[in-house]
């Protein structure tokens, strides 16, 4: 079975890369991919842990952009974690989820939330590798008691639209894509049922998308074939994964529930491989 959507402590799941290559294996996955929030810093302990498994493991991403003033997130596959390219474009996206979350804790505060996301920031500022956002504010509202959990938090606080929301700022899906691609990967639009934005997705595959990921925990049926036709209609492969966070609250999928097929599979392996192909020097 294969899952190429997973989340660790390296941004806001709740397991370490370690702890869920066990629980992967146990669920019966063969392949997978750990998606962290924009950062690479889980993929090396995942690749250890899995090795003696005998899993294997996709070097992947999950990059926040902004697209009409919406959030996009864009996924990448068969990325080179010690990419030059990469490691600047991260820097910049840490840079700006740190300030995001001090703007973030203003409005709290002015809200009468007087939680210390200062320490909070202090503390990720610390630790280059893992990234900050909004779950992890939600977690530090529910220790100080102004949240029952993270959906609560998001639901009456942090959520677009809500009183402590704070518009991200920063790249594009055309960012998201070149670097991703200037670390040898290739780029899925990730759950395109959330994001509203059809009438885009030309465009998108445009800016050099290979994928969409049609199969998702919060896609239905009749959402994952619209998706599917779509991308056979402009040319693109499919992708899929459960985007377990190792909680019950958010993305509800065990691990195992949401796979991708095997032909799928092969069919977004042979973009990767085509892709290379075009960037190696003749
Ligand atoms: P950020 O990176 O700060 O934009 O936060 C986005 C993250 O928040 C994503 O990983 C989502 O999985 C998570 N998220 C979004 N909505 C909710 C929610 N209602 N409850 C829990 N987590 C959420
Ligand atoms: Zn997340
Ligand atoms: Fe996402
Ligand atoms: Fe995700």
């Known amino acids: 079975m294969i899952d190429l959507h997973l989340h660790t402590t390296a941004s806001d799941g709740r397991l370490s890369p370690a ?11 063969t392949i997978l991919s750990v998606t962290d929030h924009d950062t690479t810093a889980g993929l090396h302990e995942t690749q250890l842990a899995a090795r003696p498994l005998g899993l294997r493991v996709v070097n992947g991403i999950e ?3 902004v697209e009409q003033g919406r959030d996009v997130h864009v996924l990448g596959y068969f990325i080179d974690p010690g990419s030059d390219v990469l490691a600047a474009f991260l ?3 840490h840079a700006q989820r740190l300030a ?7 409005r709290l505060r002015e809200l009468g939330c007087d939680i210390d996301v200062a320490a909070l920031i202090a503390e990720f500022s610390r630790q280059p590798g893992k990234t900050i956002g909004r779950p992890q504010i939600a977690d ?10 993270r959906t609560d938090a998001f639901d009456r606080l942090l959520g677009e639209g809500r009183p402590a929301y704070v518009p991200r700022k920063g790249a594009t899906l055309a960012d998201a894509v070149a670097a991703i691609r200037g670390a040898g990967g290739i780029a899925s639009l990730a759950h395109p049922g959330l994001l509203d934005m059809d009438d885009h997705l030309e465009r998108f595959a445009g800016d050099g998308l290979a994928a969409l990921e049609a199969r998702h925990s919060d896609h239905d049926a009749q959402t994952e074939d619209r998706y599917r036709s779509i991308a056979a209609r402009l040319g693109l492969a499919v992708s899929g994964g459960s985007d377990f966070h190792g909680d019950d609250s958010h993305h509800q999928s065990g691990l195992g529930t949401v796979t991708l097929s095997a032909d799928d599979f092969a069919r977004l392996e042979l973009r990767a491989r085509a892709s290379d192909r075009a960037a190696a020097p003749r």
């Open 100 to 106: 995001r979350a001090a703007v973030i804790g203003d």
């Open 140 to 149: 530090a509202l529910v220790a100080h008691g102004s949240a029952r959990d």
């Open 63 to 65: 990059i926040s952009t």
């Open 19 to 29: 702890a869920l290559v066990v629980h992967a294996h146990a669920a019966g996955l």
């Open 91 to 93: 820097l910049q996206q």
